[in-house]
């Protein structure tokens, strides 16, 4: 099993910055894949950013230029810092490992007002 706790959502103006984190912690020796999902409402979940254990970084087209993820493998941690936000990034952020299994943390929200 892995445990997933992550920080670092709230309010902030369009134009502003926000990092999220998320803390892996249990059967972390498993994990490949550490990424960020978000769903905002009435609109499914979807993929914002994923980085693999060597590195490689997937984006999504809506984000590329603003978002940046990036990984501590000593700390376990996943990191996404979002610039130049937008309204339409507003959304429940949701982390995921994927290890022996698929993991999800609890999700934070992320407000962006115009």
């Known amino acids: 099993q892995v445990q997933l706790v992550e920080s670092g959502g709230g309010l902030v103006q369009a134009g502003g910055s926000l990092r999220l984190s998320c803390a892996a912690s249990?059967?972390?020796?498993?994990?490949?894949?550490m990424g960020w999902y978000r769903q905002a409402p009435g609109k499914q979940r979807e993929l914002v950013a994923n980085?693999?254990?060597?590195?490689?970084?997937t984006y999504a087209d809506s984000v590329k230029g603003r978002f940046t993820i990036s990984r501590d493998n000593a700390k376990n941690t996943v990191y996404l810092q979002m610039n130049s936000l937008k309204p339409e990034d507003t959304a429940v952020y949701y982390c995921n490992v994927v290890g022996l299994d698929n993991y999800w943390g609890q999700g934070t929200q992320v407000t962006v007002s115009s």
């Open positions: 249990g059967s972390v020796f498993s994990i490949n894949v």
């Open positions: 980085i693999a254990s060597g590195g490689r970084r």
